[in-house]
């Protein structure tokens, strides 16, 4: 059974303000272990080359890298694996290509997809969005902390949500039912605090956030 951290981190290049690389270097520096790679724009190039350069740094931290969409990419730049959406190459298929020591992550969106997961190889299920998002264009319906409580019973395998969670809402998360949350646009924060604040470097910053996101889940009872 995969080992899963409680904070799953993800790349934003726009929110970020930097590149691919960078940002997964921030968010290993603030102490998140399981980062996924996930670039709607980047050419499968552009992905590939930021996936080689951060699967280094990942490994040198103990870490592991998870490409989303992209199997071709996952399996060339031998990541830790793939995280699919239900527009992706399903489950069996990325099977396949990556073989039984990959790990593979699928996105469902409700408890007839949670099923079609829990009956695939998949090592974990994502669940999702859990709350309101703004970092996905456009996002299925919000299905709540319900959803993820009918479904905990269905399977031992982590369980991961998705969607509007900040470090507040994390622990309601957790307590719901689920293994980890990935996270978005809460490790990216600034857009809010100050118009103009794209011109400062902000690559500290995102440590930062990681690193009290952490701290955070550490302290609440989950
Ligand atoms: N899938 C479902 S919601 C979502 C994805 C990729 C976006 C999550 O981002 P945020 O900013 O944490 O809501
Ligand atoms: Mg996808």
Redesign the pocket.
């Known amino acids: 059974m995969l080992e899963i951290p409680k904070l799953y981190a993800?790349t934003?290049r726009d929110?970020a303000n930097c590149s691919l690389v960078e940002i997964v270097e921030q968010l290993l520096a603030g102490g998140a272990r399981l980062i996924q790679l996930?670039d709607k724009t980047a050419t499968a190039r552009e992905l590939f080359d930021a996936a080689r350069a951060a699967r280094v740094l990942t490994q040198a931290a103990g870490g592991r890298l998870i490409i989303?969409d992209r199997v071709d990419v996952a399996l060339t730049a031998e990541a830790d694996g793939v995280h699919l959406?239900q527009g992706d190459l399903s489950v069996a298929e990325a099977r396949e290509i990556l073989g039984p020591e990959k790990i593979i992550g699928v996105?469902t969106?409700n408890r007839e997809q949670f099923e079609s997961a829990v009956a695939s190889s998949a090592d974990y299920i994502?669940v999702?969005?859990?709350?309101?998002?703004?970092?996905?264009e456009n996002?299925?319906p919000v299905v709540g902390l319900e959803l993820l409580r009918e479904v905990r019973s269905l399977t031992d395998r982590p369980i991961v949500a998705?969607?509007?969670?900040?470090r507040l809402r994390a622990p309601e998360v957790l307590a719901a039912g689920a293994d980890s949350?990935?996270?978005?646009?809460?490790?990216?924060p600034w857009p809010e605090m100050a118009p103009g604040i794209f011109d400062l470097n902000l690559r500290p910053e995102i440590a930062a956030s990681v690193r009290r996101f952490i701290e955070h889940l550490k302290t609440e009872p989950s």
Do not use: C, E, M, Q
């Not at 998705?162 to 900040?166: A, F, S």
């Not at 996270?183 to 990216?188: K, N, Q, T």
């Open positions: 993800i934003d929110l996930r989303n959406g996105s969106h994502a999702g969005p859990v709350f309101a998002t703004t970092s996905k996002p299925d998705i969607g509007g969670i900040d949350v990935a996270v978005i646009s809460a490790l990216y």
